[in-house]
């Protein structure tokens, strides 16, 4: 019978992890903090913060500068291909009823995110037409 635990190159893929979860990886591999990534990036904390919860991603020149301060490839960093981290050693694995709530989790906060840009653009158009009539 297969297994649905994944291999140590599968940990960080695009099905398993976000951009922000693999940023976090590479950079507590290093043992840096938020703070110090983004002093060495040039970013506020907030920028740092925003890209390791999904809530933005840093422009080319930006993301380029990332992966040589993270030590890993620019397509690694975008979906988990190419030089990187490798998983976590076996003992490590998360059972598949564990993977599938993070999977979840993930899809949500990933909805979430969409919609609450979506109502960010609304209420700017709103805000713009309230000014022309009114």
Known sequence: MGTSEPDAADWYSEDAATFGDRVI???EALSMTQTELAKRLGVRLDTVKDWE????EPRSNKLQTLA??????IMWLLNGHGDGLEGPADEAVIPGDVRSILGEIRAVRADMTRL??????LEKRLRQALKEHG
């Open 68 to 73: 040589g301060v993270l030590n890993v490839s």
């Open 116 to 121: 609450a840009n979506r109502l960010g653009v």
């Open 53 to 56: 919860d999904d809530l933005s």
């Open 25 to 27: 990886a590479a950079r």
